[in-house]
């Protein structure tokens, strides 16, 4: 009798095993890895896809996040399959190396500048972030700044170098050379302004309110690479081409254009068209 | 051959910020090294020479904070010190003075439990020794400092290797602020972050060479009272 159950509970284990494998076309190497700047990680969007994407694909996320300056180097050190990123610069020297990859963008958002309630410099009703930053240095407010070679970092050089200020070494500026939530916990302790994501900011708690956000020389574009074969024999170039593939599908599309709207009231991100 | 020229170009070049940032290193780990043995070695001392109820407890307590975690201890600080926290407005918060409260908390409980661990193994025949001779109490202590001075001597030097390798508590309350706060750890993660790794390994380097050279002095000093 008890042999008999255990046939059938075998059995039934093999064919669902079975009807599994033949559901979807599998994959050589199911392991895609992804090296993903922090803000789209650390907002959930990352999480968000991922399931989605495994179901539709079948292939396995695994992400790591860094700042761009780190998360590209994982691309150069073999160590990633395909970069999520955005920093124009940074992507433009990665493919200037010669290995025939392409940059996608695919989405954007907006930088904000936060800073304390009371925006001791004035910034609210800038018309553009250099006319903030000017408000901020001639104030000589507190700035945190991220100081890690991060797409928010160079962004943030770009708006000093539009304005001819060197803020280096300034008593105001302070640079941490940590993540965005480690330098908005910073900002809000110090209460001091700095240069956010829109979306890291949303989800990180704290006092700090935003003062100025989507003017013309804020616009933050995410942008993927697929690390060449030719670099590293071993990347995963099939999987890495199936996420940018799937990624500007209208069911991703839909998905990133629905994400943080139940939450904060508005997208986070926006397709790119 | 590029590393070495990293190296030395760090140390010797133009640029002041690393030799800037071991000055704050050193800064840090000397204090809470220096407030630590204050601390730890007279109560280790008394801990480990004494039999009083409540010893096994207490002992208990010291081996349990010997287990706390960095980033632990950086947290508690930093929610002490933080804008919203009771200790908010002396504004410590991102200095080194809150660093080294941090790492005082930390290596505390670890010269301590040293230090009882080893007066508590001869602290009976040394006891008797000094009773015959009429020194009972807390005169004793004098008597425990130079007749252990050696063992202290490295038991000190642990805890400022503890102090001066430790990252997560002093990047919590230190903020690893350029120019401020950056030690030569906080500064390793981030360049390891930036994916700077030449200049990281490079860092690495700088610090094992002055663990070397403050190993190679205690070790001249043991060497010198032995000889005595």
């Excluded at chain 2, 002093?170 to 950056?182: A, F, S, W």
Aim: with cysteine; charged share 20%.
């Amino acid at each position: 009798m008890k042999n008999f159950k255990k046939v059938i509970v075998l059995s039934l284990i093999s064919i669902l095993l079975l009807s599994a494998v033949g559901c979807t076309t599998e994959p050589e190497n199911k392991v895609l890895r992804m090296s993903t700047t922090t803000s789209v990680n650390d907002s959930g969007l990352m999480a968000y896809l991922q399931p989605a994407f495994e179901e539709a694909t079948g292939y396995t996320l695994e992400i790591t996040s860094a700042g761009t300056g780190a998360a590209i180097e994982k691309g150069r050190m073999g160590d990633a399959d395909l970069l999520l990123v955005h920093s124009k610069s940074a992507e433009e020297e990665f493919i200037a190396e010669g290995f025939d990859e392409v940059r996608v963008p695919f989405m954007y958002n907006f930088f904000v500048i936060v800073g304390p309630a009371d925006d001791p410099a004035g910034v609210a009703g800038s018309a553009t972030a250099a006319e903030a930053f000017q408000k901020i240095a001639d104030s000589g407010s507190l700035f945190i700044s991220r100081g890690d070679e991060s797409g928010t970092h160079n962004k943030e050089i770009a708006i000093w170098k539009s304005i001819e200020t060197e803020p280096s070494g300034q008593s105001w500026y302070v640079s941490v050379g940590q993540g965005m939530g480690q330098t908005l916990t910073v900002a809000d302790e110090m209460q001091a302004y700095t240069l956010s994501d829109k979306a890291t900011f949303l989800a990180h708690e704290d006092a700090l309110v935003m003062h100025l956000e989507e003017t013309d020389d804020m616009k933050n574009t995410y942008s993927m690479i697929v690390v060449s074969a030719k670099r590293f024999a071993e990347s995963n170039v099939a999987g890495a081409q199936a996420f940018v593939d799937w990624i500007q599908t209208e069911q991703a599309r839909k998905m990133i254009a629905e994400f943080g709207v139940a939450e904060y009231g508005e997208p986070l991100f926006f397709n790119l068209d | 051959m590029e590393l070495i020229n990293t190296i030395t170009d760090l140390l010797f070049g133009s640029d002041p910020e690393l030799r800037q940032i071991i000055a704050v290193t050193l800064r840090m780990s000397l204090f809470s090294t220096l407030f630590s043995s204050l601390i730890g070695i007279p109560a280790g001392i008394l801990l480990g020479a004494n039999n009083f109820r409540g010893k096994r407890v207490l002992t208990r307590l010291v081996n349990t904070l010997l287990g706390l975690p960095p980033v632990v201890a950086g947290l508690i600080v930093f929610l002490l010190l933080s804008r919203s926290g009771s200790l908010g407005n002396l504004k410590l918060l991102y200095t080194v003075n809150a660093m080294v409260v941090a790492q005082v908390l930390l290596i505390t409980p670890y010269i301590t439990a040293m230090t009882a661990n080893l007066v508590g193994v001869n602290a009976a025949t040394i006891n008797e020794t000094l009773a015959g001779v009429g020194i009972r109490g807390t005169k004793r202590l004098k008597y425990f400092l130079l007749d252990f001075r050696v063992p202290f001597l490295t038991i000190v030097l642990a805890g400022f290797g503890r102090s001066i390798a430790e990252v997560g508590a002093v990047q919590m309350v230190g903020g690893n602020i350029q120019y401020k706060t950056r030690v030569m750890t906080t500064a390793i993660m981030m360049q390891t972050n930036m994916g700077r790794f030449e200049f990281a390994i490079a860092l690495g380097i700088v610090l094992l060479l002055i663990s070397l050279l403050i190993n190679s002095v205690v070790f001249r000093v043991q060497k010198v009272t032995a000889d005595d």
